[in-house]
């Protein structure tokens, strides 16, 4: 007779229970927003699609078409799921890794708050209750369901923060060097992937490897815990530091040796600062720190409120939480959670990052999606948060006899949870009612860049099958993406030789543009983008011309007579 297997310990069930409430939630969004074509709304989304696409669709194909402003890990993480036609148009394959680290994040939040909240290594209600409470406000939150559908990569660095998170807390915890060391390479594998995936990681980097240095060194656990000797504890956090100093200075030896600057996606042609400069934006933080904080905390609370009372409820219940660990100092180290805080203040004030918020001047929707970088502190503190006023209303009670002094005695953990549930009903209730700012963010600002999309595919589809286009993808690669068009069809602004600076005067892009007629069929121009020049220059006969609302024009040239056909 077979043996059987032993039963799951009560823990693993419950992270088993969880697993499947987050993949039901991913899948189910995800069927949701697919349905009604909402995968493909930011323009960002379909820039990582199609950055993901050009490694192997392309007329110069390679890792050298992920350029340089973009962290590359994302797109290294879509490309297989993009190889197919049908997953690439529909962007679905940008969704699959978004929805894999929403689960993944869930678990981690859980974990997070389990380790936080036990007491020592014993796991009693009280961190199970906190534990759940804190894991259903994030798998709840309706702006990260959103988002964990589509190819933006809020989901993707979320989990990879909070698995940084745990392991260096379960660092801090440990008695056994031998498990620390290994709890803190797990922490700097994480950090690694992070610092690949956006740059907030580069900062969390840092902080995480001070307090690495505070822990082994100051900390309760250095002289009789942790490595016993000095040399050990050094080894230990080189180690980390290597980990965790891996990725940025690899990126910077990338951009050194391609770009022939190191900071070439601080301060390039497509950086952030120049998209400013090229565009006027107006930054109504910038140069001032406190104003860019509260720019970014406001992004949170309207992430986690429609209503402005509820979001700064939420804010309040996990300021008292953040207070009632820094003065009992049990689970201190998760106030690192509240790292994003002095990043995106120094990047809105001086990084050319600004937020535009619908309640704020001037009253528009622009990366209001960052305050999800806070969704994790406020999953947490704001479970520590009502389980001190619970504990508070307890201790208050026990003056007198009373109902209320039995039943929280009793049921403080219950009465936690349930009032976080409440919260979370009512509040996310009124953020399902009016659409995620995520998603409305997204509807507003590609609302005209998705109608002259759509419209320009149209035409496009129409042209000989073997037909090459010479078009700059910029902001428009989804044409090609919607028309079904292989990227290896068109000649754009990827196809030369980016070591070369400025220019590369021996590129395909440039002598394309050099010579439109000997290299491609037809041009796709962009009122004064530089096909549209080219073509201006060369006098091609426009074949047709699209006009939408907030757009540039853009027209249809022919670069060559019928007569002519395909031949080079």
């Not at 310990?9 to 419950?14: D, L, M, S």
């Not at 990043?343 to 535009?356: D, E, H, K, N, R």
């Not at 009612?433 to 507003?444: G, K, Q, S």
Request: hydrophobic letters at 50%; a positive charge.
């Amino acid at each position: 007779m077979k043996p059987q297997s032993p039963p799951k310990a009560h823990p693993e069930i419950e992270i088993v229970r969880l697993a499947w409430l987050a993949i039901f939630v991913a899948v189910f969004s995800f069927l949701f927003y697919s349905r009604r074509g909402d995968l493909l709304l930011y323009g960002d989304a379909v820039a990582h699609i199609n950055i993901a696409r050009r490694v192997f669709d392309s007329k110069t194909p390679g890792l050298l078409q992920l350029g340089t402003v973009w962290l590359p890990l994302p797109h290294l993480l879509i490309m297989p799921f993009i190889v197919s036609k049908r997953m690439w148009q529909s962007g679905a394959g940008g969704s699959v890794p978004s929805m894999a680290a929403f689960v993944i994040g869930v678990l981690g939040i859980f974990r997070l708050a389990r380790t936080a909240l036990s007491n020592g290594s014993e796991l009693d209600s009280t961190a199970k209750v906190g534990a759940w409470a804190a894991a259903i406000f994030y798998v709840g939150n309706p702006n990260l369901i959103y988002m964990q559908t589509t190819a933006m990569g809020e989901s993707l660095y979320l989990a990879l923060f909070i698995w940084a998170m745990v392991h260096f807390a379960e660092f801090a915890r440990q008695t056994n060097s031998t498990r620390a060391n290994r709890s803190l390479a797990k922490c700097g594998w994480c950090l690694a992937a992070a610092c690949l995936t956006r740059y907030d990681g580069w900062f969390l980097a840092v902080v995480l490897v001070v307090g690495a240095a505070l822990v082994l060194y100051r900390g309760r656990a250095n002289n009789d815990r942790l490595p016993g000797t000095h040399p050990g504890r050094r080894t230990t956090l080189m180690r980390f530091v290597l980990l965790a100093g891996a990725a940025p200075v690899l990126w910077l030896a990338y951009n050194a040796v391609v770009y022939r600057n190191p900071l070439e996606f601080a301060n390039g042609p497509y950086s952030a600062r120049a998209i400013e400069q090229k565009t006027g934006t107006v930054n109504p933080a910038q140069g001032n720190m406190l104003a860019a904080g509260s720019y970014f905390v406001k992004a949170a609370e309207l992430n986690v409120g429609e209503a402005n009372w509820q979001g700064r409820l939420w804010l309040v219940l996990a300021l008292l939480g953040t207070l009632a660990v820094a003065i009992n100092g049990r689970g201190r180290i998760t106030l690192l959670l509240w790292t994003p805080l002095p990043f995106y203040a120094l990047s809105i004030a001086y990084g050319s990052v600004p937020i535009f918020l619908p309640t704020w001047w001037p009253h528009s929707h622009y990366n209001v999606r960052y305050g999800l970088q806070l969704l994790p502190a406020f999953a947490l503190f704001v479970v520590l948060g009502i389980g001190w006023i619970v504990k508070l209303m307890t201790r208050i009670s026990q003056i007198q006899i009373s109902p209320i002094k039995v039943f929280l005695s009793r049921w403080s953990d219950a009465a936690t949870l349930s009032i976080v549930l409440v919260l979370a009903a009512v509040c996310y209730g009124a953020i399902w009612r009016a659409d995620p700012i995520c998603y409305r963010e997204a509807a507003t600002n590609m609302r005209g860049r998705v109608e002259l999309d759509q419209q320009l595919a149209g035409w496009i589809e129409r042209l000989p099958g073997n037909s090459t286009l010479l078009m700059f993808l910029g902001e428009h690669a989804g044409i090609l993406e919607q028309a079904g068009i292989p990227l290896k069809r068109d000649i754009n602004e990827g196809n030369h030789r980016v070591w070369k600076q400025p220019v590369d005067p021996e590129g395909l892009w440039e002598r394309a543009l050099a010579d439109p007629a000997a290299y491609a069929d037809y041009l796709v121009g962009f009122e004064g983008d530089p096909v549209w020049k080219a073509a201006e220059e060369h006098h091609l006969t426009a074949l047709v011309e699209i006009h939408t609302t907030g757009q540039p024009r853009a027209v249809v040239f022919q670069a060559k007579s019928l007569s002519q056909g395909s031949a080079r």
